[in-house]
């Protein structure tokens, strides 16, 4: 049975890894095969240690194996990271994690979350209750242009 925990630092280089097997497995349906070569060598970003360290990263694992992963900004209301290994997708991992995720921002007093959507992972967002705003090009720091789904999600109070 799988189980949930907060994602460490010391975690970041098996999510960076679980990251890039997800981009290449899952958004090969929307985008070039070059921008996925390029988006998928960069290294993490600078933000992303603080993020853990802050608290709002969140895995999921069973048996030593970390299954997926999801990191909220704590200061900003903004999903940053939602990746699932692609052998264990279909199993609930990530509506599990973005469940907790909305928890926490709750008891954070936050009222609204909002992420940039790759164009293959906008339905599954859709079903988590976020909704488009607008088409956008993300600007990723790899010099590459994603096309992309802004997309806010409204919480309700439990």
């Given at each position: ?39 998928c060598a960069a290294a993490p970003p600078d933000k992303m240690a603080p993020l853990l360290a ?105």
């Amino acid at each position: 049975m799988p189980n949930q925990r907060q994602a460490l630092v010391t975690d970041l280089p098996v999510l960076w890894d679980l990251r890039t097997r997800a981009i290449r497995a899952s958004c090969a349906s929307h985008y070039a095969p070059d921008i996925i070569d390029t988006w998928c060598a960069a290294a993490p970003p600078d933000k992303m240690a603080p993020l853990l360290a802050a608290g709002g990263g969140l895995l999921e694992e069973e048996n030593g194996q970390v299954l997926g992963f999801a990191i909220l900004n704590l200061d900003s209301g903004e999903l940053d990271a939602a990746f699932v290994d692609p052998a264990q997708q279909g199993r609930g991992i990530a509506r599990r994690l973005l469940a907790a995720l909305d928890a926490l921002a709750r008891e954070r007093g936050f009222e609204r979350l909002f992420l940039s959507a790759s164009l293959n992972a906008v339905p599954f967002y859709e079903t988590a209750g976020y909704v488009e705003v607008r088409r956008e090009v993300y600007p990723h720091r790899s010099g590459i242009q994603l096309e992309s789904v802004y997309m806010e999600k409204t919480l309700t109070r439990s």
